[in-house]
């Protein structure tokens, strides 16, 4: 794939993930601004930003596309939200 196309799908994928998950970050980013204990997820956009902007600086690491552990952080993340249930006040 050409690094043109590689930023397309991944802008494809965070506009997508913006639209689906758009209910949840909001009621997540109120919360936050309305309790102390979760302010400290108002960290979590700037932070997130720095880091992709280093590594799309950097384009020395390469991801590895056949790593068994790759969707790891997606399947631990779905499975807390199933146990524990979605964030209190987003409904």
Sequence with gaps: MS????YRSFVVLCLVSLVLW???????FG???RANEY???LVI?????????????S??????TESPYRFS?????YSDWLY???VAGAG
């Design 59 to 64: 384009r020395k690491a390469k991801p590895e």
């Design 73 to 77: 952080p997606i399947v631990s993340s």
């Design 3 to 6: 690094p043109s196309s590689l």
């Design 39 to 41: 302010t400290h997820t």
């Design 31 to 33: 919360l936050a601004l």
């Design 45 to 57: 956009i700037p932070l997130s930003i720095a880091l992709i902007l280093t590594e799309w600086r």
């Design 84 to 86: 524990r249930g979605p």
């Design 22 to 28: 758009w209910h949840t970050l909001v009621a997540t």
